[in-house]
């Protein structure tokens, strides 16, 4: 749960991130930034500001926005009806995200996970211009580094209500009080 | 066909224009920039400069950069074994661009097409921040304003050479010589 005001704040800072990243959006888009707080009520330690672009049933494209040590908790995109999970590939625009995916983990994460369950521990640190494409149903998780980050999301199509993720407590949706 | 030279300052163009817009691009990627005079060796007017950050399967996203008044050529994205045609999102990033889609046509369209075959005339004009998504094998052609333009693509898949010109003599490989 955040307070409307938390939520104002955050959608107020994902705005000032993407103008001063030269990213142009119209009124409509300002006002319709999501911003998850993962069911945790620790919105600046877990948590996402979310700018869709467009979401057909084919393909999707967001800017995801992360405050300074912002976590985005682990998860899956399951296989749905006919289709594999979906597959994304992130690009980092600005700033600086440590991304974890399965596989071999690193030995010393730069990153620290906050209090929950993480799991997957391959690393993968993007700077602005380096991206990586995360396969279906891969778990990953990935945290912002101390100036926070813009990262461009591109995808198959996002059904954000299907994500499976690693720690029980964390849900997809937001309550906003 | 176009020169060596031409190739290059076109792709140098894209990486100055790209840049000032704040997009970071890998030194691979500014290498890789795809330079298309769409077989009618008269790049400055019918051309294309294209960055591609993941083409996998199932989606697409691109940079599409025209240089000032530069024109792509009209066309579809045909259906495909099973799959409906390429379904494609522009969103204007820098500049302007005119884009004509099929349907109730301009009475007095902004743009005017260079020496072809255009036949649609249904007019959008995307400015920063301002996004249309084109139905799959739907007949469009684009043009930038006086200042150039760069255009995010998201899409499904991108098979280039499927693509459907209403030019016979349009081609959408490129000779460097």
């Not at 869709?52 to 926005?65: I, M, P, Q, S, W």
């Not at 997957?120 to 991206?131: H, T």
Request: hydrophobic share 35%; with cysteine.
């Amino acid at each position: 749960m955040i307070t409307r005001a938390e939520q104002e704040a955050a959608q107020a800072y994902a705005v000032r991130e993407l103008e001063l990243a030269g990213i142009v959006l119209s009124e409509a888009e300002r006002r319709s930034i999501e911003v998850a707080d993962f069911g945790l009520s620790r919105l600046e330690e877990t948590g996402l500001q979310l700018l869709v672009y467009v979401n057909t049933d084919r393909y999707c494209a967001k800017e995801l926005v992360l405050q300074p040590g912002q976590t985005c908790p682990e998860h899956r995109h399951p296989p749905f009806h006919d289709a594999p999970g979906k597959e994304e590939t992130f690009r980092c625009r600005q700033g600086l995200v440590y991304l974890y995916v399965e596989g071999d983990p690193a030995a010393e994460p730069a990153a620290t996970p906050p209090p929950g369950r993480y799991t997957v521990f391959r690393e993968l640190v993007l700077r602005p211009g380096e991206q990586h494409t995360i396969p279906p149903a891969t778990l990953h998780w990935f945290q912002a580094g101390p100036a926070g980050a813009i990262v461009s999301e591109f995808s198959t199509a996002s059904r954000d209500e299907l994500d499976e993720f690693t720690d029980p407590d964390v849900r997809r949706s937001t309550v906003v009080r």
